[in-house]
């Protein structure tokens, strides 16, 4: 049996806590797969290329026309996509990306409340055929998420951004979910690191147990 290639997704407001469980999945996948010389590849939105790692730091530090910014995103994206991640799962390796197109919809749909006909026609232009396996929200209460920001220092454009847009993209976040469950997972980051491990631990069990092949 051979594992093929899957795509997993990280989403959730800021300061959800979603980056603290990012190096355990793929430490832990790739201790699974790496006996078929399976690589896991982690990545990261906007980002994961050296044009897109450039056009992050314009899209989280400058103001820009709302339909600029969810242009660049798109366009950073493509670049992910063609560069990182179609490759990687053409090899039949695994990819863990912080943030997807989900990020989109939840920031400059629902926070920023451009029109979701925009972004569905931008999605489906850049990946009409690419969706994650597995999509994890990391949810919590505003307060909790707010409170975690609170104690950052250098707080980029979103991060400082008032309480009635976190609540518009943890909205949408969970319309996107609700829209999506094949794929969206929702886990209580209020919980421990350890509730929250276990949580994981049964959900990328179960994407290995559907990623097995027969070669």
Same mark, same amino acid.
């Given at each position: ?54 056009? /992050? ?9 709302? &339909?600029? #910014?969810?242009?660049?995103? !798109? +366009?950073?994206? @493509? ?68 409170? /975690? ?9 979103? &991060?400082? #951004?008032?309480?009635?847009? !976190? +609540?518009?993209? @943890? ?45």
């Amino acid at each position: 049996m051979k594992h093929s290639g899957k795509f997993i997704s990280f989403e959730g407001i800021d300061g959800a806590g979603k980056s603290t469980h990012i190096a355990y999945v793929a430490e832990r996948l790739q201790k699974q797969l790496q006996a078929e010389d399976v690589k896991v590849i982690c990545s990261r939105e906007p980002g994961g290329t050296p044009l897109g790692e450039t056009l /992050r730091e314009l899209l989280l530090k400058q103001k820009m026309h709302l &339909e600029t #910014e969810a242009l660049l995103m !798109f +366009a950073v994206r @493509r670049e992910h996509i063609s560069q990182v991640i179609e490759p990687a799962l053409a090899r039949g390796d695994w990819v863990i990306s912080d943030r997807f197109t989900d990020a989109s919809f939840a920031y400059q749909g629902g926070g920023r409340n451009l029109s979701l006909d925009k972004l569905n026609a931008l999605e489906q232009w850049v990946h009409p055929h690419l969706q994650p396996d597995l999509t994890l929200l990391f949810d919590v209460p505003l307060e909790v998420a707010r409170a /975690r920001l609170d104690a950052t220092r250098d707080l980029d454009k979103f &991060e400082q #951004e008032k309480a009635d847009f !976190f +609540a518009a993209t @943890r909205k949408e976040y969970l319309r996107r979910a609700k829209e999506f469950p094949q794929r969206f997972r929702i886990i209580d980051s209020t919980q421990s690191i350890e509730a929250i491990r276990l949580q994981l631990d049964i959900l990328l069990d179960d994407l290995l147990s559907s990623s097995q092949q027969t070669i």
